[in-house]
C-alpha cells in the first residue's frame, strides 16, 4: 500500500489567492483527519470524516477553510482567501474505524504540504 | 483546557540512558493512547499504543498508562541517538478523533 498520499508536498502562494490542497487515504480506511501543524500550537485537529461524511468541523478556524470528501479515495482542504498566518504544515491522516475497539486502527499520516502565504 | 498536555522539553539525556515521556488527557471516557515519534520535517509515525491500564512494552519502549490520574508515559531504554525527535502523545476519543499534545523534543547526546 502507498500509504496516505497528499500534494502539493509544498505551496508558496500571494495572500488573497485560493489554496487547495488534496490528500488519498489508505484504501479500505473509512476515518479521514486533516490537521495543521505549527510550532506554538502543535497538531490541531481541524476536520474529521467518517464515511465521508464530516463528523466534526469545530478546529476549522473560520470560513475561509473549508473540506470536502466527494468519495472515500480522495479529499480536499480548500482556504479562500490565504493569509500570511495560515502558513504551516497540514497533514492528511486516515485510519479505520470498526465496530468494536480492537478492531479500530491508529491513524496514519501523509508526508504532509508546507504551505507558506506571502 | 487543553484534551491533551504535553511537557514541551527540550528533554536530554546521555546515550545509553533512560528517557522519560509524560502526557496527560483530560477526557476521562477516552479509551485508547498512542505515542508517536516525529523527525524534522517528517510526518508522525506511530512507535507505541496502549489500551488498559498498566505497562506495555515492546522492544526498548514502555507506554504506562493510568486512566485513574489521567496520564500516559513513554520510557525509552537504552536511548541512541536516532531516538532524537519529538515524541507526541495522542488520544483517540470515542467519536474516533484522534487528538494530539505539542509533542516533547527529546535529545540524545552521544
Known amino acids: 500500500d502507498a500509504g496516505v498520499i497528499q500534494s502539493p508536498r509544498h505551496e508558496v502562494t500571494e495572500m488573497g489567492q485560493e489554496v487547495t490542497l488534496r490528500c488519498k487515504p489508505i484504501s479500505g480506511h473509512n476515518s479521514l483527519f486533516w490537521y495543521r501543524q505549527t510550532m506554538m500550537r502543535g497538531l490541531e485537529l481541524l476536520i474529521y470524516f467518517n464515511n465521508n461524511v464530516p463528523i466534526d468541523d469545530s478546529g476549522m478556524p473560520e470560513d475561509r477553510f473549508s473540506a470536502k470528501m466527494p468519495n472515500a479515495s480522495f479529499s480536499t482542504l480548500k482556504i479562500q482567501p490565504s493569509e500570511p498566518r495560515d502558513s504551516a504544515v497540514y497533514f492528511c491522516?486516515?485510519?479505520?474505524?470498526?465496530?468494536?475497539?480492537?478492531?479500530?486502527?491508529?491513524?496514519?499520516f501523509g508526508q504532509g504540504t508546507r504551505l507558506t502565504v506571502v | 483546557q487543553k484534551e491533551v498536555e504535553q511537557n514541551s522539553g527540550p528533554l536530554s539525556v546521555p546515550e545509553g540512558a533512560i528517557a522519560s515521556l509524560n502526557c496527560t488527557y483530560s477526557d476521562r471516557v477516552s479509551q485508547s493512547f498512542f505515542w508517536y515519534r516525529q523527525y524534522s520535517g517528517k510526518s508522525p509515525e506511530l512507535i507505541m499504543s496502549i489500551y488498559s491500564n498498566g505497562d506495555k512494552e515492546d522492544g526498548r519502549f514502555t507506554a504506562q498508562l493510568n486512566k485513574a490520574s489521567q496520564y500516559v508515559s513513554l520510557l525509552i531504554r537504552d536511548s541512541q541517538p536516532s531516538d532524537s525527535a519529538t515524541y507526541l502523545c495522542?488520544?483517540?476519543?470515542?467519536?474516533?478523533?484522534?487528538?494530539f499534545g505539542t509533542g516533547t523534543s527529546l535529545t540524545v547526546i552521544p
Open positions: 491522516a486516515s485510519s479505520y474505524r470498526g465496530f468494536v475497539l480492537s478492531g479500530n486502527t491508529e491513524a496514519f
Open positions: 495522542a488520544v483517540r476519543r470515542t467519536g474516533n478523533q484522534f487528538y
